[in-house]
Structure formats: structure tokens, C-alpha cells
């Protein structure tokens, strides 16, 4: 078909046919591939972006627990040592009440010893002094008679004599 | 550089430049006559009705499809090394050529995001394919390749897009992409609403073949004659050429990008706010 200014629906066609296949093979060889690169690129650096965001993240939120822990821990430190002083507190006044109790008691088992000493040593003073007495007494009778017989035997060896 | 060698290289230089004006100056023959006027030049450089190529002896075709055949082999050609050789050992910290490749690739990804925010995947693919060929295409006229026409003259090979039918073929594709795309994502709305453009198709085939046969042109008349086509092509040629390679492929990227959001554009149904008559007696009592 012969149209005005040297158009031509054939050549119009051709050229057509000509940046079709320019198309498809561009697409195909070139376009495809470098985009599918391209995307699987960003891909990749989107996935490192999102690890480390994810790594940021998990670090806020360790640094915020570590916070709190500290500050739990504070708590429970203070806590304890209330406990502790209490505790010591307790054991101190324990310590004291036994000590005075074991004081006390020995006090008195040194008192009864003291008293049982006391009364054994004057039982034994009391027996020994009724023993001393009872000797002394004895002597003393024993040596009267002793003398009243002298006496007697003197007297009557001193009769014959005279006689 | 040393000094030495720097003026060794500039007298290298003027030497091969002052060669180069001799040669011209001798080889200048003043009985010679244009065989072409600058109007037939012309004429042909825009309509091709004398120069024409013969496509494997099928059809006689514009020096401009057979210019279009060869900027897809050489693409392809770079598509098909480029996959072979380079793809495979990309890395996730690119080199140099890795790196222009990937701008090359996301090029139009922030026009297309930007204009057409819900659905640009395709049309990012669009742009990319259809700003490579114009730009590429119309950089091979710096090349000047020629062949045989089917008169037995030469022909030198331009842009595929500064012959009409290309620039036709590329407002056409262009329009029923976008004329497609409406359909699907909008339905009839969609396809209504870019069919309502129906002037869309003939001003980008226009623009396009005007811009491209301009730059065309004024290579041909800079070629034309024998004293401007030393030095001169240099500017003209190049960084006339390279300029509106970039501009063309900018424009119809954009073009297409805008053309693209309006026409897949998500329209959210507003709620009709229904209006409650109030009664005479709550009306008295709001009173």
C-alpha cells in the first residue's frame, strides 16, 4: 500500500517486527537478569538491615533487662542485707540470752559447788571438831582416871611406907 | 607528559592537519559538478524515493529499516556478551562497567515509580528497551556506514527512527502500549481515556521523525559542501548527534512515562454522602 511521504505499512510492519525482537531479546538477555540481580541485591542488604536492626533491638532490650536486674538487683541486695542484719540481729541476741544463760548456770553449779564445798567442809570441820572434842574429852577423862589412880597407888605406897 | 613530548606531539599534530589542507587544495577539482543538487539531497534524506536498499533481494526498503536491523543485531549482539561474560561474575559491590549497566537498567526506575506509583514494573521495562534503541540508533548515524542502494550509489545509513516509518512504527507501539495497559489495569475507562488522545500516535511519529531528520539534515547540508566537511562535522556532527539522541530519548521516555500514569491511574470510588431531609419538627426544635 503507497501512501503520501513515502509511507509504507510493510516497512511500518518490518520495523515493528524489528524492535519486537529488539524487545523480547533485551528483555530476556540483558534487562531480566541484571534487575533479577539488582532486586536480590537489595534483598540482601534489606535482609542485613533487618539482622542488624533485629541485633540492635535484641541489645536495647538485654541492656533494659541488665537495667532492670541491676536495679532489681539493688533492691534485693538492700533486701537481703535488711534480712541479714536482721538475722544477725537475732542471732546476736541469741548468743547473748545462751551466754547469759550458760553464765548463769555455771554460776549457779559453781554456787552449788561452793555450797556443797561449804557444807562438806563444815560437816567435816563439825566431825572433825565433835572428833577433836570426843578425843579431847576422852583424854581428858582418861587422863583423870589415870591421875585418881596414881593418886590411889601413890597414896597407899606412901601409907606403907609410913606404916 | 613531559615537555619535550608535548611538543613533539603538537608539531605531529600540525603536521598531519597541514597535510590534510594540501591534499584537499590539490585534489580539488574546480570542472567538477554535484551530481546531486542540495534539493535532491534533501528531498531523498526525508522521503527516500530514489535510495532505496534491497532487503535479501525480498523488497526494495528505506536505508532506515536496514539501519534499524543493524542497531538491533549490534544490541543484541552487546545484550548476548554482556549475559555471557559479564552477568555471571557480577558482585554485590559493583565495578565500574557493573556499574553502569545497573544505572543503565534503572535508569527510568524513579520517572516510572514517580509518574505511575501503583504499577510502573512494565512500564520501567518499556522505557528502558524504547530509550536504548533511540538513543543508540540515532548515535549509529555517527558511524556512516554505507551501502549499495538499489541504484548502485551509495547510501550512508542514518537513524532507524529519521526515516518515517520507524518514527511511525514507534508513535504507533507506543500508543497501543499505553492503549493496552489502560485496558488492563482500568478496563474500558482506561482504554476510553487514552483512545480520547487519538492525536497522540501522529505527534510523537512526528515529533520523533522531526527530530531526528533535522539533526539528519543538517549533517547532509554540512556534508554537502566540500569546505564545511572538514573540522565542522566535528561539532555538528557529534555533538549535534549525541545532544538529540539523549533529548529524543528523554522526551519520549517522559512522554511515555506521563502518559503511562494517567492512563493506569487507580480511581478511588468516592462515597456518595446521602443527604437525611430532616423533619419539619426536629428542624422547629434545632430552631
Redesign the interface.
Same mark, same amino acid.
Given at each position: 500500500m503507497k501512501l503520501p511521504?513515502?509511507?509504507?505499512v510493510?516497512?511500518?510492519l518490518?520495523?515493528?517486527f524489528?524492535?519486537a525482537?529488539?524487545?523480547a531479546?533485551?528483555?530476556f538477555?540483558?534487562?531480566k537478569?541484571?534487575?533479577k540481580?539488582?532486586d536480590s541485591?537489595e534483598e540482601?542488604f534489606k535482609k542485613l538491615e533487618e539482622e542488624a536492626n533485629s541485633l540492635v533491638e535484641e541489645g536495647e532490650k538485654a541492656k533494659e533487662e541488665y537495667e532492670n536486674r541491676l536495679k532489681s538487683a539493688d533492691s534485693e541486695i538492700n533486701a537481703k542485707r535488711e534480712v541479714a542484719g536482721k538475722e544477725t540481729f537475732a542471732e546476736r541476741e541469741r548468743i547473748i540470752t545462751a551466754a547469759n544463760e550458760e553464765a548463769a548456770n555455771i554460776l549457779k553449779k559453781a554456787r552449788d559447788k561452793a555450797q556443797s564445798e561449804h557444807d562438806r567442809i563444815i560437816n567435816d570441820a563439825q566431825k572433825e571438831i565433835a572428833q577433836i572434842v570426843n578425843d579431847a574429852t576422852e583424854k581428858i577423862v582418861l587422863r583423870s582416871d589415870l591421875d585418881t589412880y596414881d593418886q590411889f597407888i601413890n597414896a597407899s605406897k606412901k601409907e606403907e611406907i609410913d606404916e | 607528559m613531559s615537555k619535550k613530548r608535548i611538543i613533539i606531539s603538537a608539531v605531529i599534530f600540525a603536521v598531519i592537519i597541514i597535510g590534510l589542507l594540501v591534499g584537499i587544495i590539490l585534489t580539488n577539482d574546480p570542472n567538477k559538478v554535484q551530481e546531486e543538487t542540495i534539493q535532491e539531497v534533501m528531498q531523498d534524506a526525508?522521503?527516500?524515493?530514489h535510495l532505496k536498499v534491497s /532487503?535479501f533481494g525480498l523488497?526494495d *526498503?528505506?536505508p532506515g529499516?536496514i539501519a534499524? #536491523?543493524i542497531v538491533?543485531g549490534v544490541? /543484541?549482539t552487546f545484550?548476548?556478551i *554482556?549475559?555471557i561474560f559479564v552477568?555471571p561474575r #557480577?558482585k554485590?559491590i559493583p565495578g565500574k562497567f557493573q556499574l553502569i549497566?545497573?544505572t543503565a537498567?534503572?535508569l527510568f526506575d524513579g520517572t516510572a515509580k514517580g509518574n505511575s506509583p501503583h504499577k510502573y514494573k512494565l512500564l520501567r521495562?518499556?522505557m528502558?528497551?524504547a530509550g536504548?534503541?533511540i538513543f543508540v540508533g540515532t548515535c549509529f548515524e555517527l558511524l556512516g556506514i554505507q551501502v549499495i542502494s538499489t541504484s548502485g550509489k551509495p547510501v550512508t545509513l542514518g537513524a532507524?527512527l529519521s526515516?518515517?516509518?520507524?518514527a511511525?512504527?514507534?508513535g504507533?507501539?507506543t500508543y497501543l502500549f499505553l492503549l493496552i495497559s489502560g485496558l488492563v489495569v482500568n478496563k474500558a475507562k482506561g482504554f476510553f481515556g487514552v483512545l480520547k488522545d487519538f492525536s497522540l500516535p501522529i505527534s510523537m511519529s512526528l515529533r520523533l521523525f522531526g527530530a531526528l531528520l533535522s539533526g539528519a539534515l543538517v549533517t547532509e547540508l554540512v556534508y554537502y559542501t566540500k569546505y564545511t566537511s572538514y573540522g565542522l562535522p566535528v561539532l555538528i556532527g557529534i555533538a549535534f548527534t549525541l545532544l538529540h539522541a539523549l533529548v529524543q530519548a528523554y522526551v519520549l521516555t517522559m512522554l511515555v512515562s506521563i502518559f503511562y500514569g494517567e492512563a493506569t491511574e487507580v480511581h478511588e470510588k468516592k462515597e456518595k454522602v446521602k443527604k437525611v431531609k430532616k423533619n419539619k419538627k426536629e428542624l422547629s426544635s434545632e430552631v
Amino acid at each position: 500500500m503507497k501512501l503520501p511521504l513515502n509511507i509504507d505499512v510493510q516497512q511500518i510492519l518490518l520495523h515493528l517486527f524489528n524492535f519486537a525482537i529488539l524487545f523480547a531479546g533485551m528483555y530476556f538477555i540483558l534487562y531480566k537478569p541484571v534487575r533479577k540481580f539488582m532486586d536480590s541485591r537489595e534483598e540482601h542488604f534489606k535482609k542485613l538491615e533487618e539482622e542488624a536492626n533485629s541485633l540492635v533491638e535484641e541489645g536495647e532490650k538485654a541492656k533494659e533487662e541488665y537495667e532492670n536486674r541491676l536495679k532489681s538487683a539493688d533492691s534485693e541486695i538492700n533486701a537481703k542485707r535488711e534480712v541479714a542484719g536482721k538475722e544477725t540481729f537475732a542471732e546476736r541476741e541469741r548468743i547473748i540470752t545462751a551466754a547469759n544463760e550458760e553464765a548463769a548456770n555455771i554460776l549457779k553449779k559453781a554456787r552449788d559447788k561452793a555450797q556443797s564445798e561449804h557444807d562438806r567442809i563444815i560437816n567435816d570441820a563439825q566431825k572433825e571438831i565433835a572428833q577433836i572434842v570426843n578425843d579431847a574429852t576422852e583424854k581428858i577423862v582418861l587422863r583423870s582416871d589415870l591421875d585418881t589412880y596414881d593418886q590411889f597407888i601413890n597414896a597407899s605406897k606412901k601409907e606403907e611406907i609410913d606404916e | 607528559m613531559s615537555k619535550k613530548r608535548i611538543i613533539i606531539s603538537a608539531v605531529i599534530f600540525a603536521v598531519i592537519i597541514i597535510g590534510l589542507l594540501v591534499g584537499i587544495i590539490l585534489t580539488n577539482d574546480p570542472n567538477k559538478v554535484q551530481e546531486e543538487t542540495i534539493q535532491e539531497v534533501m528531498q531523498d534524506a526525508v522521503l527516500h524515493e530514489h535510495l532505496k536498499v534491497s /532487503l535479501f533481494g525480498l523488497k526494495d *526498503v528505506n536505508p532506515g529499516l536496514i539501519a534499524g #536491523f543493524i542497531v538491533t543485531g549490534v544490541m /543484541l549482539t552487546f545484550a548476548i556478551i *554482556v549475559r555471557i561474560f559479564v552477568i555471571p561474575r #557480577f558482585k554485590l559491590i559493583p565495578g565500574k562497567f557493573q556499574l553502569i549497566l545497573e544505572t543503565a537498567v534503572g535508569l527510568f526506575d524513579g520517572t516510572a515509580k514517580g509518574n505511575s506509583p501503583h504499577k510502573y514494573k512494565l512500564l520501567r521495562l518499556y522505557m528502558f528497551v524504547a530509550g536504548s534503541y533511540i538513543f543508540v540508533g540515532t548515535c549509529f548515524e555517527l558511524l556512516g556506514i554505507q551501502v549499495i542502494s538499489t541504484s548502485g550509489k551509495p547510501v550512508t545509513l542514518g537513524a532507524p527512527l529519521s526515516d518515517i516509518n520507524g518514527a511511525i512504527m514507534m508513535g504507533c507501539t507506543t500508543y497501543l502500549f499505553l492503549l493496552i495497559s489502560g485496558l488492563v489495569v482500568n478496563k474500558a475507562k482506561g482504554f476510553f481515556g487514552v483512545l480520547k488522545d487519538f492525536s497522540l500516535p501522529i505527534s510523537m511519529s512526528l515529533r520523533l521523525f522531526g527530530a531526528l531528520l533535522s539533526g539528519a539534515l543538517v549533517t547532509e547540508l554540512v556534508y554537502y559542501t566540500k569546505y564545511t566537511s572538514y573540522g565542522l562535522p566535528v561539532l555538528i556532527g557529534i555533538a549535534f548527534t549525541l545532544l538529540h539522541a539523549l533529548v529524543q530519548a528523554y522526551v519520549l521516555t517522559m512522554l511515555v512515562s506521563i502518559f503511562y500514569g494517567e492512563a493506569t491511574e487507580v480511581h478511588e470510588k468516592k462515597e456518595k454522602v446521602k443527604k437525611v431531609k430532616k423533619n419539619k419538627k426536629e428542624l422547629s426544635s434545632e430552631v
